[in-house]
Each structure stands twice: as structure tokens, then as C-alpha cells.
Nanobody
Framework: QVQLVESGGGLVQAGGSLRLSCAASGRTFGSAAMAWFRQALGKEREFVAVISTSGGTTYYTNSVKGRFTISRDNAKKTVDLQMNSLKPEDTAVYYC????????????????WGQGTQVTVSS
């Protein structure tokens, strides 16, 4: 397993940008598909974006397509989520997650999780 620590959350006005970062420890980071999920208050955890082990494949939930970009640096063992044109409905705790193998959208298929970072978008 990898250990994950998120950073970069905060309070931003609608239309603004934030960049989340997830730092991983462990020697097998390069073998893990990495994803971002989010959970708003009172709602279930939902898929946001995922990136394959090589970084060559990415998928996004429809509501963030064209606004969010996921990227990874296997040498630095980091995965980032650049969030632009933020909306109040993006407000949630954002979690970084890892799984060995191919990309998946279901949070139950992820083995390792960070502690989460709060993103709040004011209108």
C-alpha cells in the first residue's frame, strides 16, 4: 500500500482556482492508478477524476470536465488536481486514493486513502 497526504484545499470565490496535491510514500506508487474523490456534507463519496499508472489515460466525472485536470509525477510521487472555474457545488472534502492496477470509478475498489482536504467555494 501507499500512504497518502493531501494538501491545497481552502476557501475560494466562485470562478476561482485551487490546486490540490497528494504526496505518496512507498515504493510502488508507479504501479498505482490514482484518483480524486469528493464528499459533500450529507452526501455519498463520489468520483471526480482518475489517472492511469503512466499518466497516459485520464477520466473525469461529467460535472468537472473542462474545468479540472488531474496529473501525476511518478518521480516525485505526487498527483495533483488543478481546479478552475470553481462552483459552489464543488464544495466538499476531497480525497486522494490509490489502487494497484487499472483505473476504476468505484471508491470501494481503492486500497489507500488520504485524510482529505476541505474545499469551500463561496457564491
Amino acid at each position: 500500500q501507499v500512504q497518502l497526504v493531501e494538501s491545497g484545499g481552502g476557501l475560494v470565490q466562485a470562478g476561482g482556482s485551487l490546486r490540490l496535491s497528494c504526496a505518496a510514500s512507498g515504493r510502488t506508487f508507479g504501479s498505482a492508478a490514482m484518483a480524486w474523490f469528493r464528499q459533500a456534507l450529507g452526501k455519498e463519496r463520489e468520483f471526480v477524476a482518475v489517472i492511469s499508472t503512466s499518466g497516459g489515460t485520464t477520466y473525469y466525472t461529467n460535472s468537472v470536465k473542462g474545468r479540472f485536470t488531474i496529473s501525476r509525477d511518478n518521480a516525485k510521487k505526487t498527483v495533483d488536481l488543478q481546479m478552475n472555474s470553481l462552483k459552489p457545488e464543488d464544495t466538499a472534502v476531497y480525497y486522494c486514493a490509490a489502487r494497484y492496477g487499472s483505473v476504476r470509478y468505484n471508491p470501494n475498489e481503492y486500497d489507500s486513502w488520504g485524510q482529505g482536504t476541505q474545499v469551500t467555494v463561496s457564491s
